[in-house]
């Protein structure tokens, strides 16, 4: 299973790389956010750390969706989903391929949009690097193994499909509200009291979408149009 | 037995698009499955290669490794932004499959696709497309071949590439189920025929004998 989801990993970052198409808007969406709330800002008006960091997690949010969106569009061009279900590996694979390929497609996609928090939204970061590296690689996790599932739901064409992704993805709220706090504690440097708490609430919602990925994939990516 | 279906039944809302359809395929045979369009045909071989689950009556294959089988759909499951050699490495490797270089440039050759190998496979013609499809099939050596007008967009050179392909997997063992609306042509390949019509298997029997059915018929 690891080797097909290795294999399944690089094969979309090599095609959605060559595309470019995907990739693009994902980041441009992301940047766009950021610099609509940069103007929302009066000219001696601060951004607080919590606001920027919302709008930095907003702006990963966004670009997570096209990002899943593109990636499980690259199944549907000449009906390949038809084949990777006939495969002798456990579709997970095909989950945790895309989940991998996301995840990474979404650090680069933060690696641009750090510095335009800072220079659109005039953010000073004073937390270690470390602390911020621990948090967007925790949060990316659980961002990513969700992702990979409403990836799979929204190529989905029955209506009752449409609908399981509206009810999926107020389940990301939670994770996010973490990822925000700790996201705030990052750029402020202030330490907050109840980080730990909040650090636990991003691993426990980690594994409940891990769990999801794994027991779920299977029927939804099976299910027949 | 290589492959058992047993009253399978298949219904789109509440119209039947058929039912009671029992059949057995054995190993080294090639069963031709006819119909007009819209009998069900392509539905009922999506059944047998598990993509679609019957609503009543059970399909079961007993391939001695899990994956042996090679399904030739209606669309190429190709990756266009690949080129032909990355798209049989991918599938390879999907498949577990310990493969040389040489090994898939052979695979080319023998699809008339070497010539081609580096080249983007969206830039393919329907026809070359369908044979980067077949050598995705015939690396994995399949026991069971299920084929849905394969022959599809091909020019005379690539169908008798396919028909020879055909008998020489029926020779090594596969068993293969083959859609076809060229009758004359493909029904003296065959060992058994298969007709869908009305929603149930009108006939069932040796090519032969619906060979001879079909001459009466227009007779």
């Known amino acids: ?225 | 037995m290589l492959l058992r279906l047993d009253k399978v039944a298949k219904f789109y809302g509440r119209k039947i698009i058929f039912k009671g359809v029992s059949l057995e395929l054995e190993a080294g045979r090639i069963l031709l499955l006819c119909g007009a369009n819209g009998a069900g045909k392509s539905t009922l071989l999506k059944i047998m290669a598990g993509l679609i689950r019957p609503d009543a009556g059970r399909a079961a294959h007993t391939l001695t490794t899990n994956g042996r089988l090679g399904y030739m759909g209606h669309q190429t499951f190709i990756y266009p932004a690949m080129n032909a050699l990355e798209n049989l490495r991918f599938w390879a490797g999907m498949h577990g499959l310990e493969y040389r270089a040489s090994d898939l440039a052979a695979l080319l050759q023998r699809v008339n696709l070497l010539p081609f190998a580096a080249e983007k496979a969206g830039a393919f013609s329907r026809g070359m497309a369908q044979r980067l499809n077949l050598a995705r099939i015939l690396l994995l050596e399949p026991e069971l071949l299920l084929l849905d007008e394969p022959a599809t967009g091909m020019d005379a050179p690539s169908r008798a590439m396919l028909e020879a392909e055909i008998i020489a997997a029926a020779a090594r063992g596969a068993g293969i189920v083959w859609i076809s609306h060229s009758l004359e042509a493909d029904l003296p390949r065959a060992h058994q025929a298969a007709l869908l019509e009305g929603g149930r298997l009108a006939f069932l029997g040796s090519a032969t004998d619906y060979a001879r059915l079909l001459t009466g018929a227009g007779a």
Do not use: H
Not at chain 1, 52 to 72: E, G, K, R
Not at chain 1, 141 to 151: I, N, Q, R, V, Y
Not at chain 1, 162 to 167: R, T
């Open chain 1, 1 to 225: 299973m690891i080797r097909a989801a290795l294999l399944m990993a690089r094969k979309d970052l090599l095609l959605l790389c060559a595309r470019g198409a995907g990739l693009a808007q994902a980041l441009l969406l992301g940047l766009l956010l950021l610099f609509i709330f940069s103007l929302a800002r009066g000219i001696a008006e601060e951004f607080s750390a919590q606001a920027a960091s919302a709008v930095f997690w907003m702006a990963t949010l966004f670009c997570q969706v096209l990002i899943f969106n593109a990636l499980y569009a690259l199944e549907e061009d000449n009906g390949q989903r038809q084949a990777l279900l006939m495969l002798p590996v456990p579709e997970q694979s095909i989950w945790a391929g895309k989940g991998l390929a996301g995840m990474v497609i979404l650090l680069a996609a933060q690696g641009v949009f750090i510095p335009a928090t800072v220079v659109f939204l005039d953010q000073d970061i004073q937390g270690g690097l470390l602390g911020g590296l621990r948090l967007i690689l925790t949060a990316d996790l659980g961002l990513a193994a969700a992702g990979s599932l409403l990836g799979a739901l929204a190529q989905g064409r029955a209506a009752r499909e449409s609908l399981l992704s509206v009810i999926i993805f107020p389940l990301l709220l939670p994770l996010l509200l973490a990822a925000i706090r700790l996201g705030a504690e990052a750029i402020s440097g202030a330490g907050l009291e109840e980080a730990e708490n909040w650090f636990r609430l991003l691993l426990v919602f980690d594994g409940l979408f891990l769990a999801a990925g794994l027991a779920l994939f299977g029927f939804i990516y099976n299910a027949q149009e």
